[in-house]
């Protein structure tokens, strides 16, 4: 490399710098920062974080040695006009925390040669060579300003010479799919064919395996949030066993996606637990077994309307519980030599009932995390079955090379074993591996009730919740609010003096549990809370939301 250049022609500098002028910082926004789930924000203003994302995620595949990045853009169960894009790491998780930093830095450069200068900055930090290859691929959501933000990434590729390949319109974990496929393609143990094809091709193999001596339920419903996940659980149906084979009649609402301000609109999976009710288009009587997804599908929530009619929610603690109970008892039938270790990760707003099913009911680990979907998953990977779920319906369950060894290579000793281990194979495949997944996290879920011969009542059923509130308060700087490391965001080290207030509050009540945490992706802190009845809960929550409200006053 020549001095003072990027790359062996010395051209890249130039290349970077003439290009980036073409996607200017909107005036609108001080700062861009990479948060718990990438950049995000109105798509009117991400040209240019497009533009140094691209950058980014050529750096990042140079980093590890030509491997396959990701590039999802998305805002989720966001409304229509906003955007985001997040990067995805090569086994399809998400990108290492470490980076994070850099994708902040990079895209807030003022000029062209702060953003060239934030560009070699990666590049010496990790002593990457520019002349290496580098490959990303990328996927959008339905959103109309995709389309456009697609070329500025493609430009900031273009310039810094990346391999890319635009598989269009997908949820986000089929992209996180397509990135650990490719990855893997030339393993002895492929993820899958590198296509949207071959992602419903081992969903549908695995469904059917997973349904082969078992009738469904029928039927279910799914909300689609008007988003992706409509025309791409359309697709998959093609690829399930027929009603007749499997007892499922699959229905789909919410699925106009051609009608962009519908979004997310009153529907979808953060519609349903946030506001704690059906979602527009619900024509379900008593009992009917109901599910959204949100808007890039990697949320699901299932519910019913019980007599009243009262609104039942069956959230990611119950898919949590439901899918533990499942493996559980699977893997004690299968029998096998090895002992293979099954825990089950949350965060601190999973359910107390929860918690104390898995620990009492289950025996099985339970542990708590920050909340985000990486710090979930990486310590549901320390487990040979790691089950992992936040309340709001993301999660999945990792599977460690050791507890597939040992499923896939049992000889098993009867009839009834080989069923139980066709199931366990099955659940193998049809779980997605890299990141939660409304797709295949349903498919698993109608699985486990055709199994278990469940009503959406006698799901319900498996323990009580405690009654409980999430509540949120605006404040001047939630950045104040930090908390105490490894208590899962259950204790505040600052505001000083307050959480001791919060404590001597808490304890006032009945199996009292409350804690305040700076919401990652808007301006307040969420207050939760539960203890033994709805009353001392609500008296909880308001007089801890008064302790910060006192303290917001006094700021002032
Ligand atoms: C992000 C996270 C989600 C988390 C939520 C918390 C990912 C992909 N998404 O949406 O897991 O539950 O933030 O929001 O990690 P909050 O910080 O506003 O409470
Ligand atoms: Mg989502």
Redesign the pocket.
């Known amino acids: 490399m020549a001095p003072g250049a990027f790359d062996s022609k010395g051209k890249l500098e130039t290349a970077i710098a003439e290009t980036v002028v073409k996607f200017p910082r909107p005036a609108e926004v001080d700062k861009f920062t990479y948060?718990?789930?990438?950049f995000r924000t109105k798509g009117d203003w991400l040209d240019h974080v497009m533009y140094g994302m691209g950058l980014l995620a050529g750096l990042r595949s140079r980093k590890v040695n030509g491997q396959t990045i990701g590039v999802m853009i998305t805002a989720?169960?966001n409304k229509a006009e906003d955007n985001g894009v997040?990067l995805v790491d090569p086994m399809g998780e998400?990108l290492e925390t470490d980076w994070e930093s850099w994708a902040t830095a990079i895209v807030n450069g003022h000029s062209p040669e702060e953003t060239v200068k934030a560009y070699g900055d990666v590049l010496q930090k990790y002593n990457i060579d520019q002349d290496k290859p580098a490959n990303v691929i990328y996927a959008r959501d339905t959103r109309p300003s995709g389309a456009r933000l697609v070329k500025a990434l493609e430009a900031g590729l273009k310039a810094t010479n990346v391999t890319y390949k635009d598989f269009g319109i997908l949820t986000?974990p089929q992209l996180h799919y397509l990135v650990r496929a490719t990855n893997t393609q030339d393993d002895k143990n492929p993820y899958g064919e590198v296509s949207e094809a071959g992602y419903y091709k081992k969903l549908g193999a695995a469904f059917s395996a997973a349904m082969k001596n078992v009738k469904s339920n029928s039927p279910v419903t799914v909300d689609c949030a008007n988003g992706v996940g409509a025309p791409k659980l359309k697709e998959m149906l093609k690829y399930l066993p027929s009603e007749k084979e499997s007892g499922l009649k699959i229905n789909i609402v919410n699925d106009r996606i051609e009608q962009a301000e519908v979004l997310n609109k009153d529907c979808g999976a953060d519609y349903v637990k946030t506001q704690q009710k059906v979602p527009q288009g619900f024509d379900g009587k008593n009992y009917d077994r109901w599910c959204s997804f949100d808007g890039d599908a990697?949320?699901i929530v299932y519910y019913f309307n019980d007599e009243g009619p009262v609104f039942r929610l069956l959230d990611g603690d119950r898919i949590a519980t439901l899918a533990a109970t499942f493996l559980g008892e699977l893997v004690k039938k299968c029998d096998f030599e090895e002992k293979l270790e099954l825990g089950v990760v949350q965060?601190a707003?999973a359910n107390g009932a929860s918690s104390k099913y898995i620990t009492d009911v289950l025996q099985l680990q339970s542990e708590f995390t920050e909340?985000?979907?990486?710090?979930?998953h990486h310590v549901a990977a320390r487990y040979d079955i790691g089950v992992y779920f936040?309340?709001?319906g993301?999660g999945t369950v990792l599977f460690s090379k050791k507890a597939l060894d040992t499923i896939w290579k049992k000889e098993p000793q009867s009839p009834a074993q080989l069923e139980n281990l066709e199931a366990l194979r099955a659940a193998t495949e049809l779980i997605n591996q890299t990141?939660?997944d409304a797709i295949s996290d349903f498919l698993l879920v109608e699985a486990i009730l055709a199994h278990e011969q469940f009503t959406v009542r006698e799901w319900l059923g498996m323990y009580t919740d405690k009654p409980n509130k999430l509540a949120k308060q605006v404040v001047p700087q939630r950045d104040e609010y930090k908390t105490v490391p490894k208590t899962a965001e259950q204790k505040l080290q600052s505001p000083e003096g307050l959480q001791d207030k919060i404590d001597t509050e808490v304890a006032k009540y009945r199996e009292g549990r409350c804690f305040v945490?700076?919401?990652?992706?808007?301006d307040?802190v969420?207050i939760y809370g539960e203890a033994l009845s709805s009353y001392d809960v609500d008296h909880m929550v308001r007089a801890v939301a008064d302790l910060i409200e006192i303290r917001s006053g006094r700021r002032g």
């Open positions: 948060g718990t789930a990438g989720s169960h997040k998400m986000t990697d949320r965060t707003y909340t985000g979907v990486k710090n979930l936040e309340a709001n993301h990141v939660g945490r700076a919401s990652g992706t808007e307040a969420r």
